[in-house]
């Protein structure tokens, strides 16, 4: 029997000003001092969310973020404090800043599919002619988009972000050194588990005048992993990378007649499509943290969660 997915929340804590309900996260903001952030079931794929939510998706990208902003503290403050509930993490409430910093060390996924359209400039970053699918880049390249309230991210360049104004050039700076280390950092731990991060995602707030690093880092739905020990040879054959990361869900939507354009309908998630992308979401878990996922029991679950944020909130001034 299917495990049921958790897809919405609607809590009412102490002190809380606002709810705001993202793709897959119901975020809680307490007083304008911190966050409750709950990872939800919830999947989105080229910004839709789609109709149903994967049993156990919310713990594995919950968990797996958990573990890399404890790894990344020495690099940059984060806004973690604590995680009170498998799917919960409660933290700083700081601004943030309009920008998603995107890092690839490979030309693949949507870099990919622009340049094989014969575009030579990702976000302002010159790619050179003759690279293949999943190719390493000679030095990862950072290729920032807008941060959309609603609908599609766009693409936009560092020059622009500087020109504009929406990020200060000393601050951007900043943002660039963190995103190489952070990658550095992640790609360190991914190789220790027999895994490549090929490009993933970091959005940063401020506190005051003080940086911090914000949102998930490192999980299958901001980032994509190859597997270490087959990349040479499949890449040498021109074959698909065995990948780990939220792609498999696009590319089945994709064969299906779907890739988020006005007027296409989302196929059919049966019950056994949405069970194996939960499997597939557990063996991701387990691949990147290189622990056994423990599954928490589903019933009951808004009730364990709503006690669990009010215990911490009442020990936390």
């Known amino acids: 029997m299917m495990s049921e997915a958790i897809v919405k929340t609607n809590f009412t804590f102490p002190k809380q000003k606002n709810l705001y309900k993202g793709k897959v996260r119901d975020v809680y903001n307490i007083d304008d001092k911190l966050l409750v952030m709950v990872a939800s079931d919830r999947i989105s794929a080229f910004d839709v969310v789609l109709p149903r939510g994967i049993p156990f998706k919310g713990q594995v990208l919950n ?29 700083h409430y700081c601004e943030p800043f309009p920008v998603e910093m995107i890092i690839r060390g490979f030309l693949t996924g949507s870099s990919w599919r622009t340049y094989k359209k014969g575009q030579r400039d990702i976000c ?29 991210d766009e693409d936009i360049s560092r020059e622009e972000i500087i020109k504009q104004g929406i990020v ?37 707030g401020k506190v005051g005048d003080k940086i911090y690093l914000i949102d998930e880092i490192h999980t299958p739905d901001s980032s994509r992993y190859f597997i270490a020990d087959e990349y040479e040879e499949r890449f ?32 059919e998630m049966t019950d056994e ?21 423990i599954r928490t029991a589903s019933k009951d679950a808004l009730v364990r969660i709503e006690k669990n944020i009010n215990e911490f909130l009442k020990t936390y001034s």
């Open 168 to 204: 200060s050039e000393s601050d951007y700076l900043q943002l660039e050194d963190y995103t190489y280390k952070l990658f550095a950092r992640g790609s360190q731990m991914a190789a220790e588990h027999g895994l490549i991060l090929v490009d993933t995602k970091y959005e940063f």
């Open 236 to 267: 040498a054959k021109g074959e698909p990378q065995k990948q780990l990361s939220k792609e498999f869900v696009r590319e089945w939507l994709m064969a299906n007649g779907f890739q988020g354009q006005t007027g296409q309908l989302v196929p």
């Open 124 to 152: 302002g970053v010159p790619v050179p002619d003759g690279m293949k699918e999943h190719q390493r880049f000679e030095k990862p390249i950072i290729t920032p988009t807008t941060k959309a309230v609603e609908g599609h």
């Open 63 to 91: 968990q797996i973020a958990s573990m890399f902003l404890d790894a990344t503290r020495d690099i940059v403050p984060n806004w973690k404090i604590a995680s009170p509930d498998p799917v919960v993490t409660i933290g």
């Open 273 to 293: 499509y949405v069970k194996s992308v939960s499997d597939r979401y557990i063996e991701l878990y387990e691949k990147v943290t290189g622990k056994t996922f």
